[in-house]
């Protein structure tokens, strides 16, 4: 049985698709793929030389060599050019996502649709996507064992068209923002508090220069979110 989170990103996937999941580890995303039907084949990336293994093993086991290839390297190196359609990148920080996709560009360039799942700083992914030509075309967002995860769809867009958000919106994510559920209300809650904490921890320690810069940009945060949270 696969993770709700896992599951959410595979729930993406277009039928038939030749997917690269990227960070692969265990390999249970494109396993659970394509014996769901979801894909006819798979490359599963890993730079580590544990999860490599990991995932070597797990394909062999499930009996699925002949249609999963599992590929030690950074990022996107394990890929050629046009060799898939879908790229799935999830488990990792925002930061490292948009680092993999800006080291392979190129790469990127021929695959219709990217799911990435960042486990921190999902503002960082979206704005590479909308500086790079890609639109978001669906979000989620999600609780498990007491973690929330946002998963992020996007397609290559309309090259006419240009894809700008607020700031606000590259944040907490358009469609979050819409949608604007009880778990997307926790998160910013408790990002909101953490933010607060973090503050209170400033105005106590003498200002520096940066400490000072550091807090006005926390208050500018706390109050975009507030003025979300607030939205009727
Ligand atoms: N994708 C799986 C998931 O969501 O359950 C595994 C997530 S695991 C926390 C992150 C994995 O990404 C690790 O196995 C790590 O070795 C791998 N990784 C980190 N940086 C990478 C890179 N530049 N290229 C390929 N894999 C990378």
Redesign the pocket.
Known sequence: KL?K??ET?VSFIPKGARLA??????A??PCYAYLHGYIVQAVA????D??FRSAEQQVTKAGLSDVISVRK???LA?IEAGEVDCI?????GGT?IA??LEAGKQKVQTVKRLIL?P?VGAHVVRKWLVTNGWELIAERILEEDGQIYEVLVAEKGNPLKPYRYFEVELLVGPFLRTERNDVFVKKWCKEIEHWRRIVAELDEKATTKEGMAKKEALERNIQLIEEVLRDE
């Open positions: 993770s989170r896992l990103v999941d990227i960070g692969s580890d265990h249970y995303l990336g890993e730079v580590a544990g999860p390297g950074d990022g394990v799935t990148i999830a488990g990792m490292l680092n993999i799942q486990n």
